[in-house]
C-alpha cells in the first residue's frame, strides 16, 4: 500500500488478537492559498522564534514545557514524551459494544481505514468484522494516537472496518442551552403535507461527486480576473434578484412556489386525494291525491 499508515498496532477482543493498520479516510479539500506580503516592498512575511533579550535561536534549542506556576516550566524532550507508557499506545481493546444509534453524530470526529497487517491476520479480522456486521454492533475503546488517547468506534466498511475518533463528553456542547427558546409547537397539517411533498420532489442518492467547493472557484476566478487587471481592485456586486434571506411571511405560499420551481404542484403526491362523498338526490315530494286534499 503506497500510503504510510498512521497507526500499528493491534485489536485485541478478550484474548483475541489482531495486528492491524490504520491509514487516514480523509484528505483535506481544495483551498487557496493565501500568504501575508509586505505591500511597500512586494515580498512574503516570514515568522521567526525568538526569545526575548536573545534574539532568534535554533530549532535544537527548543524544548517543550509545562507552566506550573507563573514564569515556572518544567522541560521535556520528545524522548520522555514517546516513553510513557500507555498499553492503547499499541493496543486497540475493545471494551464495550453499542448501537450504532446510541452515539450521537455530535460525537464523531475523523474516520480512519482499518485493514489487516498481515496475510495471518485476514481470518481473525474477517471474523470479526462479520461479526459487527451480524450483531449491527459498533466497537468501542481507546486507543492512543500522536500525543493523546482517544474513544473510538469500529464498525464494517465494504471488506475492511473504519475506526471513528470521538470526542469526550466535555468537548460537546449540550444542546439545550441553544435549542431551550425554540418552540415546541406542532405545524399546521397542510404547511407539514406541503413540506414533505417538497422533500419527495427532491429526493434522491448521495453522489458527493456531485458537490465541490464553489467559493473556491470564485476564489481563482477572482485572482486570474484580478491578474488581468494587473492589480486594479475588483468588486463583484451581483444582485441574484431574490432577498434569500428575507423572512418568509406566508409560508404556505412559500411553499407552493418552492413545489412549483420543482416541477411539482402544491398538491402533496404521496397520496391520492380523498373522493368527495356522493351526491344524494334530492326526495321529491310525494303528490296527494286530489281527493284527500280535499
Known amino acids: 500500500m503506497a500510503a504510510r499508515a498512521y497507526w500499528q498496532g493491534q485489536i485485541r477482543l478478550a484474548l483475541v488478537s489482531i495486528p492491524v493498520e490504520i491509514y487516514s479516510a480523509t484528505k ?8 501575508q506580503i509586505h505591500e511597500p516592498s512586494g515580498q512574503p512575511i516570514h515568522y521567526d522564534k525568538v526569545v526575548t533579550g536573545v534574539g532568534p535561536v535554533d530549532a ?14 518544567v522541560l521535556l524532550d520528545q524522548d520522555e514524551i514517546d516513553a510513557v507508557k500507555l498499553e492503547s499506545k499499541k493496543t486497540l481493546e475493545l471494551t464495550q459494544f453499542v448501537d450504532a444509534s446510541e452515539i450521537d453524530v ?38 492512543a494516537m500522536r500525543g493523546r488517547e482517544y474513544v473510538v468506534s469500529l464498525k464494517p466498511c465494504g471488506r475492511g472496518l ?6 469526550y463528553a466535555d468537548e460537546v456542547h449540550k444542546a439545550q442551552g441553544y ?12 404547511l407539514l403535507e406541503l413540506a414533505e411533498a417538497l422533500i419527495e420532489k427532491r429526493s434522491g442518492d448521495f453522489h458527493p461527486q456531485d458537490f ?12 486570474e480576473r484580478k491578474r488581468k487587471a494587473n492589480g486594479k481592485t475588483i468588486i463583484d456586486d451581483k444582485d441574484s ?9 406566508d409560508l404556505m405560499a412559500a411553499l ?27 326526495k321529491t315530494a310525494t303528490k296527494t291525491p286530489a281527493k284527500k286534499r280535499a
Open 28 to 35: 483535506s479539500g481544495a483551498a487557496v492559498p493565501f500568504k
Open 60 to 73: 535544537d534549542e527548543i524544548m517543550k514545557g509545562y507552566e506550573v506556576e507563573k514564569g515556572e516550566y
Open 106 to 143: 455530535l460525537y464523531y470526529e475523523k474516520p480512519y481505514f482499518v485493514v489487516p497487517a498481515d496475510d495471518l491476520a485476514e481470518e481473525a479480522f474477517i471474523v470479526l468484522r462479520e461479526a459487527l456486521r451480524r450483531t449491527k454492533k459498533v466497537g468501542l475503546g481507546q486507543l
Open 162 to 167: 473504519v475506526l471513528e475518533t470521538l470526542r
Open 179 to 190: 435549542f431551550r427558546d425554540i418552540p415546541d409547537d406542532k405545524p399546521s397539517e397542510e
Open 212 to 223: 465541490h467547493d464553489r467559493y473556491v472557484d470564485a476564489l481563482k476566478d477572482l485572482i
Open 241 to 249: 434578484g431574490e432577498s434569500k434571506g428575507s423572512n418568509v411571511v
Open 256 to 282: 407552493k412556489k418552492s413545489m412549483e420551481k420543482s416541477g411539482g404542484t402544491a398538491a402533496a403526491k404521496k397520496a391520492p386525494a380523498k373522493k368527495a362523498p356522493a351526491k344524494t338526490a334530492p
